[in-house]
């Protein structure tokens, strides 16, 4: 499963999600969340034996149990389903702006943190002379922070 045509906004009471649901490379349904406190729904039924498929999946999941910071557990439902998708939505497209951006960019990274931070050069990494660029990395190495690390697959070792 996955989601397409995302669109966001700010709504009256959190973030508003228009999106289709893909089934296996198919189109599902239309989910709408308004944001206006109630939570989202199927808005449109695109196919509807792929709708009932999924459905019937998010009946078939176990409760979510929680223990921090106090116990308890619900029940899986088409929020928390859009909610797993968007997620995996946006770190896919969190994904391709990094690589996107190896190609003009040094990527440091720390573990613990959420985003990373870059050096960016005036032209493509591949078109700086190699010694130029190893003397480039080895400096930004020396400055790194604990934790930190280059996380550019397009890389002269240094």
């Not at 943190?113 to 130029?132: A, C, E, Q, T, W």
């Amino acid at each position: 499963m996955e989601i397409k045509n995302v669109k966001t906004w700010n709504g009256h009471d959190g973030i508003g999600l228009n999106c289709i649901v893909y089934l296996n490379g198919k189109r599902a349904f239309e989910y709408l969340d308004n944001a206006n406190g109630g939570g989202g729904d199927i808005s449109y039924r695109i196919d509807k034996e792929l709708t009932k498929k999924i459905e019937d999946w998010i009946d078939s999941q176990p409760a979510v149990v929680c223990t921090e910071p106090h116990a308890f557990e619900y029940k899986y439902n088409i929020d928390n389903l859009i909610n797993d998708l968007h997620q995996k939505y946006t770190d896919k497209k969190f994904d391709r702006a990094k690589q996107k951006k190896m190609l003009t960019c040094i990527i440091i990274e720390h573990p613990d943190k959420n985003g990373y931070r870059y050096y960016k050069f005036p032209r493509n990494l591949s078109l700086i002379p190699v010694d130029l660029l190893k003397q480039h990395i080895v400096k930004i190495k020396s400055g790194l922070k604990l934790g930190e690390k280059i996380v550019n697959t397009n890389l002269p070792t240094v």
